[in-house]
């Protein structure tokens, strides 16, 4: 496998895991009395039906050639949150479904990597290769095994699932951190507009200042999970 196929399926496995974010916002909303996202159209798998080409695939593939990982979106499945039972919690329960989503499926992979049989140093050795992103040692430490192969791709899962869950929760506007944080803050009406309004230049600031800080909480992050879910 060589290092443009693993960048290939780094991006198959982004598209995939934010078009289940994205549907899992949907589910809860309709749990919760909105079916908006059904009348769309929108709770579905079929990726093209949610794919911005811009944030799932341009910034992606940018992302992976300049850091070495990428985050993306799709296009947000539309709700209406004044349909919902509880008008309080409610906006809040269908931010959170989205990065639980991602959890969910970074446990369950990354408990299907623990249980694959292979030599725990080759497993390290594959897991520091990707994390270094050295596509270079990580296509030799995977050579001529297929267990070596599908741990490496349940590893690239549990990342990109880790760390979609993880930004998401970041509590600023448009992120779905910001639907819990409005839940738990008393704020006024015209307060949430204007997060909302310039919440994206917030964010940017927000990553740019505080960058060395979210890298190291991510890695440590990433660190505690492959310990204790995948047993590395």
Known sequence: MSGIVIIFFQIAILIMS??????????????????????????????????????????????????????????????????????????ALVGLAGPLSNIAIALVFGLLARFIYLNSLIKLDIIQNLLSRNYENLTISISGSFSSVFFLLFSMIVVINVFLAFFNLIPIPPLDGSKLLFAVLKLRTETMIMLEQFGFIFLLIFIFVFSSFLGFFLNLMLSLFFHYVVGI
């Open 18 to 91: 934010v078009v289940v974010h994205e549907v899992s916002h949907g589910v809860a909303a309709l749990r919760l009395g909105d079916p908006t996202a059904k009348y769309a159209g929108r709770l579905t798998l079929n990726p093209f039906k949610h794919l911005d080409w811009w944030g799932s695939l341009v910034v992606p593939l940018i992302m992976i050639f300049t850091l070495g990982i990428g985050f993306g979106w799709a296009k947000p499945v539309p709700y209406n949150p004044y349909n919902l039972k509880d008008q309080k919690k409610g906006p």
